[in-house]
Antibody, heavy 120, light 110 residues
Framework: QVTLRESGPALLKPTQSLTLTCTLSGFSITTGGMGVSWIRQAPGKALEWLGLVDWTDDKFYSTSLKTRLTISKGASNTQVVLTMTDMDPVDTATYYC????????????WGPGTLVIVSS | QSALTQPPSVSGSPGQSVTISCTGTSSDVGGFNRVSWFQQLPGTAPKLLIYEVVDRPSGVPDRFSGSKSGNTASLTISGLQTEDEADYFCCSYTRRREWVFGGGTKLTVL
């Protein structure tokens, strides 16, 4: 069974950096065609795609956020890490990771998400 | 503002059909058959309903179907059930090597 789970801080102060970890189970990020994507959703708002790393370690980033984002694979290939710098209250959102099946251009399944609040 | 345009809300009665549109440009929806649809129940993560415009993952009822014409993709839900009441989001790959989501549509089953 394929599952993903996000973990990281629930509360940050403005200007701090966010580091979230997505722990994978049931698949490997190094398997051909696989990837992991990060998506966020501000309270009551739409989904916003942030970025993706694929099995070749190629990385795709949202044009509007790429100067603040880094996505990397963990050493064990069972974790993918998102780092976002210079956090602001507008970055308050639930952050999701999802398996990207690149052959069919789909995101499935998703982790349950983790709420990150940015407040002074 | 979201890159893909969806109606904020749609509604229908049990047993009826509803269609949710998702309008983009030739750089995303119109340029690729890489449109997917997600259902999000309150307080839960999105669930994949449709991928590559028309394909359904195993386990998704055939009441859910997808299509595309030009720069607009559509999700049709036939035989509406009360448990279909949720938010629906479209998503497309783009020429800029990124993905974009629609603003979401709230489905109310009357």
């Amino acid at each position: 069974q394929v599952t993903l789970r996000e973990s990281g801080p629930a509360l940050l102060k403005p200007t701090q950096s966010l580091t979230l970890t997505c722990t994978l189970s049931g698949f490997s990020i190094t398997t051909g065609g696989m990837g992991v994507s990060w998506i966020r959703q501000a309270p009551g708002k739409a989904l916003e795609w942030l970025g993706l790393v694929d099995w070749t370690d190629d990385k795709f980033y949202s044009t509007s956020l790429k100067t603040r984002l880094t996505i990397s694979k963990g050493a064990s290939n069972t974790q993918v890490v998102l780092t976002m710098t210079d956090m602001d209250p507008v970055d308050t959102a639930t952050y999701y990771c999802a398996r990207a099946y690149m052959n069919s251009w789909l995101f499935d399944p998703w982790g349950p998400g983790t709420l990150v609040i940015v407040s002074s | 503002q979201s890159a893909l345009t969806q109606p904020p809300s749609v509604s229908g009665s049990p047993g009826q059909s509803v269609t949710i549109s998702c309008t983009g440009t030739s750089s995303d929806v119109g340029g690729f058959n890489r449109v997917s649809w997600f259902q999000q129940l309150p307080g839960t993560a999105p669930k994949l309903l449709i991928y590559e415009v028309v394909d359904r993952p195993s386990g998704v009822p055939d009441r859910f179907s997808g299509s595309k014409s030009g720069n607009t993709a559509s999700l049709t839900i036939s035989g509406l059930q009360t448990e279909d009441e949720a938010d629906y989001f479209c998503c497309s790959y783009t020429r800029r090597r990124e993905w974009v989501f629609g603003g979401g549509t709230k489905l109310t089953v009357l």
